[in-house]
T-cell receptor, first 115, second 115 residues
Framework: EPEVTQTPSHQVTQMGQEVILRCVPISNHLYFYWYRQILGQKVEFLVSFYNNEISEKSEIFDDQFSVERPDGSNFTLKIRSTKLEDSAMYFC?????????????FGEGSWLTVV | AQSVAQPEDQVNVAEGNPLTVKCTYSVSGNPYLFWYVQYPNRGLQFLLKYITGDNLVKGSYGFEAEFNKSQTSFHLKKPSALVSDSALYFCAVRDRSNQGGKLIFGQGTELSVKP
């Protein structure tokens, strides 16, 4: 069964450093997303991406964050200067355009620890 | 604003007994409704969704959910719980008018099934 893959599974970084989280969405999917889950809290939407541009972003997704689809398969989330409060599980997700109600499929997540 | 409420942080059930995980929503219009499950240190796995039609939808691992429009609820159920069902369950909604729109999650309910 096709799945969303994410790398790295876990990354520890120092405060102020740049981090890039990588994702390979399901191959025929057109919508891409990043969500995050701070330990013990709910899953929060960060950004959605369609047709090579951001279609929606949340208040969390400030100027420190950016997304990119550098080629036909990868979808990345960059955090320019990490803060302690960026420590969280980051989930990439994708969905296919469908008239029956799209299911969003999630990857296994990338644990980011900022120290 | 759209919101999802899962009124129980934790649900404890004995193996073999029926289980219910509650979800209510507050959105405009008729949203798509979803349930996801998260096992420890894993990503979000899609369980089932309500799009239209029969109010009782069946999903993976023997789970089902009942859509109740008048009560704006979408409770997750299973007739006979297994220890392996122990996990974190998330209810989510998605705007029907925006096919690429984001999921909005509830805060999650920890299901614990004891032998």
């Amino acid at each position: 069964e096709p799945e969303v893959t994410q790398t790295p599974s876990h990354q520890v970084t120092q405060m102020g450093q740049e981090v890039i989280l990588r994702c390979v969405p399901i191959s025929n999917h057109l919508y891409f997303y990043w969500y995050r889950q701070i330990l013990g809290q709910k899953v929060e939407f960060l950004v959605s991406f369609y047709n090579n541009e951001i279609s929606e972003k949340s208040e969390i997704f400030d100027d420190q964050f950016s997304v990119e689809r550098p080629d036909g398969s990868n979808f990345t989330l960059k955090i320019r200067s990490t803060k302690l409060e960026d420590s969280a599980m980051y989930f990439c997700a994708s969905s296919v355009l469908s008239v029956s109600g799209n299911t969003i499929y999630f990857g296994e997540g990338s644990w980011l620890t900022v120290v | 604003a759209q919101s999802v409420a899962q009124p129980e942080d934790q649900v404890n059930v004995a193996e073999g007994n029926p289980l219910t995980v509650k979800c209510t929503y507050s959105v405009s219009g008729n949203p798509y409704l979803f349930w996801y499950v998260q096992y420890p240190n894993r990503g979000l796995q899609f369980l089932l969704k309500y799009i239209t039609g029969d109010n009782l939808v069946k999903g993976s691992y023997g789970f089902e959910a009942e859509f109740n429009k008048s009560q704006t609820s979408f409770h997750l159920k299973k007739p006979s719980a297994l220890v392996s069902d122990s996990a974190l369950y998330f209810c989510a909604v998605r705007d029907r008018s925006n096919q690429g729109g984001k999921l909005i999650f509830g805060q999650g309910t920890e299901l614990s099934v004891k032998p």
